[in-house]
């Protein structure tokens, strides 16, 4: 079955850097675009960006760009996430998941992992 | 960016009864609308894919309708499992946006 399992969270001070990982198993990895989606304690779901199957092209929300980079290894059917110059207002919940072709354009998000808590802090 | 917006925000109900969350886009979306189910704790969970089309394995209880910018997720008796938070998202245009969201407490 489908499986996206979380890591890298922690505590780290503004400014700094972290690297979240997801490890995927049970579907054919470079069929998908793939996506991180972030949930502050007690809020919403934000959508923080994306990667294509297997040309790489990536999309980032305005709250992230030039801060994170979304990259994949097909090999090790992982994808990651390499946060930097990180503000108080990046502490969430950050969800890894599977993207749903659905139309010409959009897609939504059939498979999520359990998340992987990110907490920026002095 | 398209803001989507719910309602109510809360919703108390009791077993069996017929519970309708709204879910306005700030601009037409044709379709483009998913639902979630979240419970405390686990990740979201789709249910509806665009705007009325269950996902595979979800309960026939639950049903989406409308288009371009109003939208409804009906549960048609609710049951105890389906206490959550539940989200709209639309995927017409980037960035993908989700509403605010939707807590179904028990009355």
Same mark, same amino acid.
């Given at each position: 079955?489908?499986?996206?399992?979380?890591?890298?969270?922690?505590?780290?001070? $503004? /400014?700094?850097? *972290?690297?979240?990982?997801?490890?995927? #198993? !049970?579907?054919?990895?470079?069929?998908? @675009?793939?996506?991180?989606?972030?949930?502050? $304690? /007690?809020?919403? *779901?934000?959508?923080?960006?994306?990667? #294509? !199957?297997?040309?790489?092209?990536?999309? @980032?929300?305005?709250?992230?760009?030039?801060?994170?980079?979304?990259?994949?290894?097909?090999?090790?059917?992982?994808?990651?996430?390499?946060?930097?110059?990180?503000?108080?207002?990046?502490?969430?919940?950050?969800?890894?998941?599977?993207?749903?072709?659905?139309?010409?354009?959009?897609?939504?998000?059939?498979?999520?992992?359990?998340?992987?808590?990110?907490?920026?802090?002095? | 960016?398209?803001?989507?917006?719910?309602?109510?925000?809360?919703?108390?109900?009791?077993?069996?009864?017929?519970?309708?969350?709204?879910?306005?886009?700030?601009?037409?979306?044709?379709?483009?609308?998913?639902?979630?189910?979240?419970?405390?704790?686990?990740?979201?969970?789709?249910?509806?894919?665009?705007?009325?089309?269950?996902?595979?394995?979800?309960?026939?209880?639950?049903?989406?309708?409308?288009?371009?910018?109003?939208?409804?997720?009906?549960?048609?008796?609710?049951?105890?499992?389906?206490?959550?938070?539940?989200?709209?998202?639309?995927?017409?245009?980037?960035?993908?946006?989700?509403?605010?969201?939707?807590?179904?407490?028990?009355?």
């Amino acid at each position: 079955q489908v499986q996206l399992v979380e890591s890298g969270g922690g505590l780290v001070k $503004p /400014g700094g850097s *972290l690297r979240l990982s997801c490890a995927a #198993s !049970g579907f054919n990895f470079t069929d998908y @675009y793939l996506s991180w989606i972030r949930q502050a $304690p /007690g809020k919403g *779901l934000e959508w923080v960006s994306y990667i #294509s !199957g297997s040309t790489s092209y990536t999309k @980032y929300a305005d709250s992230v760009k030039g801060r994170f980079t979304i990259s994949r290894d097909n090999a090790k059917k992982s994808l990651y996430l390499q946060m930097s110059s990180l503000r108080v207002e990046d502490t969430a919940l950050y969800y890894c998941a599977r993207d749903r072709n659905d139309g010409i354009v959009g897609r939504y998000f059939d498979y999520w992992g359990q998340g992987t808590p990110v907490t920026v802090s002095s | 960016d398209i803001q989507m917006t719910q309602s109510p925000s809360t919703l108390s109900a009791s077993v069996g009864d017929r519970v309708t969350i709204t879910c306005r886009a700030s601009q037409g979306i044709s379709s483009w609308l998913a639902w979630y189910q979240q419970k405390p704790g686990k990740a979201p969970k789709v249910l509806i894919y665009r705007a009325s089309r269950l996902e595979s394995g979800v309960p026939s209880r639950f049903s989406g309708s409308g288009s371009g910018t109003e939208f409804t997720l009906t549960v048609s008796s609710l049951q105890p499992e389906d206490f959550a938070t539940y989200y709209c998202q639309q995927y017409n245009s980037y960035p993908w946006t989700f509403g605010q969201g939707t807590k179904v407490e028990i009355k």
